[in-house]
């Protein structure tokens, strides 16, 4: 059973910086797709950064430039560098990892930001 588990969300203000960590059960980080979304109240779940096993990434256009994703594959890790966070970047964030066609979910962290 593949298990995420994500952390590091919180309150910060306009401008200011968080990173989101997501460990994941078993070696199966260097291997794989994974990706970071998010859901704000009352919207559909959005990608918001991925990532492939070859390193290549993708970003949403409206986190580009602030956004950084990037994983560690000896700590099973992924992460969300976020900077010059602002309100509209309000949301529960997800990660997920696609192993064996099969897709996975943490539980989610929730990020506030205020004006």
């Known amino acids: 059973q593949v298990q995420l588990v994500e952390s590091g969300g919180g309150l910060v203000q306009a401008g200011g910086s968080l990173r989101l960590s997501c460990v994941v059960s078993?070696?199966?980080?260097?291997?794989?797709?994974m990706g970071w979304y998010r859901q704000a109240p009352g919207k559909q779940r959005e990608m918001v950064a991925v990532?492939?096993?070859?390193?290549?990434?993708n970003y949403a256009d409206s986190v580009k430039g602030r956004f950084t994703i990037s994983r560690d594959n000896a700590k099973n890790a992924l992460y969300l560098q976020m900077n010059n966070l602002k309100p509209e970047d309000t949301a529960v964030y997800y990660c997920?990892?696609?192993?064996?066609?099969?897709?996975?979910w943490g539980q989610g962290t929730q990020v506030t930001v205020s004006s």
């Open positions: 078993g070696s199966i980080v260097s291997r794989n797709a």
């Open positions: 997920n990892v696609l192993h064996l066609n099969t897709l996975y």
């Open positions: 990532i492939t096993s070859s390193g290549s990434t």
